[in-house]
């Protein structure tokens, strides 16, 4: 089945104000993330921070370090403070570039994008940002109510959800960049790019760990295991190409334990890979390389108790050059 999503291109912009698009700004902040553990960073997202799976030092290390949390609720409020301005809703690209003004690191910027988008996604968060409200539309921001007007502030944003709730996300995340079907897109989208730029630009460490029956250590084996699956004999390999194969895994691994859940298809499941992909494709772009290996889309359900059989789990595979000539018919 040739899936294809009703969605809008992602091509990157040319920014006058930022000349430092996918490099380091050492002027802009005082904190980054310098690099990632790719057992720890797969276990930070696969839950929720409040599941007990994730061991506090993660949770610190990727989200709820002081520094971090500080930029976190900045970047919130340069978002309400778009909102207010009546401006038009942010593209993906539009987002990382105000994160990267915060932040002047690619690394640490996709990061705290995706850490942002995945509260007020979710409209409750470590980060101190909740929906107390619809009717009046009311989220508190560490502490401080913002009541909302619910007026239509530019022509090209959307009063609600995905749901159908009253919402704010889809009058600052562009409603046509990623479609409205889940706000979790977004969050994705930004997840496989933060794997994928630290990866390609040499700033994660393999660090498979031994047996043992932790969360960490069955979720970290599966993960490398599905990185070694994915590795064509015929490609040498090279940290964009892991890059690529570990960003591929998280979306797999997602769609094969998961795509069943709250009444899940496979026809959803391939639309968000694609989604996934196209993170990935950003990640490593930021990092200077255009990706051209294929992505597996899994059969979603076909993951065991503690791995997944890439070869017999596949539903489609798909290349980068599907999603541009989609982008671009």
Known sequence: MQFRPDITPLILPTIQS??????????ANDFLVSDVSETDLSVFFSQYEDDPSIPPEVLEAYLT??????????????????????????????????????????????????????????????????????????????????????????????????????????????????????????????????????????????DPPGFGISYSSVLGRAVDGMVQQMHDPATPDSDPYRAWRWANALSFLEQAKHGTDYGGNQEEAERESRIHMRGAIFGLELAGYSPDWEWTIAEIGSAGLTGVDVPSSISETIYPWDDVDERNP
């Open 18 to 27: 930022q000349p430092n698009f996918g490099e380091i700004d050492p002027q």
């Open 65 to 206: 370090n002081p520094k971090l949390m500080a930029l976190q609720v900045a970047i919130i409020q340069d978002l309400l403070d778009h909102y207010e301005s009546g401006a038009a809703p942010l593209s993906p690209e539009d987002f990382y570039v105000l994160t990267l003004d915060r932040v002047g690191d690619p690394g640490t910027a996709l990061l705290v994008g995706h850490n942002t988008l995945k509260a007020m996604a979710r409209g409750t968060s470590s980060i101190p940002w909740e929906k107390i409200s619809e009717f009046p539309l009311v989220y508190n921001l560490g502490g401080t109510r913002i009541e909302l007007d619910p007026v239509q502030k530019h022509p090209s944003t959307q009063l609600t959800g995905s749901r159908g709730q009253q919402s704010i996300f889809y009058q600052i995340f562009s409603p046509s960049a990623l479609g409205t079907s889940d706000e979790g897109d977004w969050y994705h989208y930004f997840l496989e790019a933060t794997v994928a730029y630290f990866t390609a630009t040499g700033r994660s460490s393999q």
